[in-house]
């Protein structure tokens, strides 16, 4: 089956740094979903990309639809104390049905 | 606009014993998948239902089950607990058509002791 590679698999930074982590696959993905998860709670949907090449902006948060089609980044910038979390990568398969997610970047920030 | 509604937030079962989770989707999605979630296995997924009907399952034993009903809300279930059932089950709901996103619910804390 599909399989996402995650990573990093976890980030330790200071606020007010940068942020970025990416997302890698095998096969070829038609859609490319941002999750973060806080402790204890269900993933929320940060970004989805649609089209290859595709840049997508969401406050401090922009994903990129890798041209390949096999990658995405998301990048956040200016990071602050409440992203704390884990971030999830997700795509479904080819039926568009079944949602593969990645393993997981957890990201920690030091005020 | 309601969100996708999960019920009981937390539950503890003993070894043996069989639970049952249920979602509420958001209004007008036909989709309920469900995963399970340990810190060791990431997200895993179970089954999804789509009007009624299960269409795809992952590889999950028999133990594990689902079903959903007319109004689309979904139950699933699992019998013979084992203690390494214990983890946060996640049910999401998507719309119709290719892209569509899937929209989680808070989940279920099941710990079996």
């Known amino acids: 089956g599909q399989q996402l590679n995650q990573s990093p698999q976890s980030m330790f930074i200071q606020e007010g740094e940068d942020v970025s982590m990416n997302c890698t696959s095998s096969?070829?993905?038609?859609?490319w979903l941002w999750y973060k998860q806080d402790p204890g709670e269900g993933p929320v949907l940060l970004i989805a990309?649609?089209?290859?090449?595709e840049l997508t902006s969401n406050g401090r948060l922009t994903a990129q639809f890798g041209i390949t089609r096999k990658d995405s980044f998301l990048n956040i910038s200016a990071s602050i104390p409440s992203d704390v979390g884990i971030y999830f990568c997700?795509?479904?398969?080819?039926?568009?049905?079944?949602?593969?997610f990645g393993g997981g970047t957890r990201l920690m920030v030091k005020p | 606009k309601a969100g996708v509604t999960q019920t009981p937030r937390y539950l503890i079962k003993t070894r043996g014993q069989q639970v049952t989770l249920s979602c509420s989707p958001i209004?007008?999605?036909?989709?309920v998948s469900w995963y399970q979630q340990t810190p060791g296995q990431g997200l895993q997924f179970l089954f999804e239902?789509?009007?009624?009907?299960?269409?795809n399952k992952g590889n999950f034993p028999g133990r594990f089950s689902g079903r959903q009903f007319s109004n689309s809300r979904s139950e699933m279930n699992v019998s013979t607990l084992e203690l390494g059932d214990s983890a946060l089950y996640l049910c999401?709901?998507?719309?119709?058509?290719?892209?569509?996103?899937?929209?989680f619910g808070q989940g279920t804390r099941l710990t079996v002791v």
């Open positions: 999401a709901s998507r719309g119709q058509g290719m892209n569509t996103e899937a929209f």
């Open positions: 990309l649609y089209k290859a090449g």
């Open positions: 096969s070829i993905f038609n859609t």
């Open positions: 997700a795509g479904p398969d080819n039926a568009g049905n079944m949602l593969t």
């Open positions: 239902y789509f009007s009624e009907t299960q269409r």
């Open positions: 209004s007008g999605h036909r989709s």
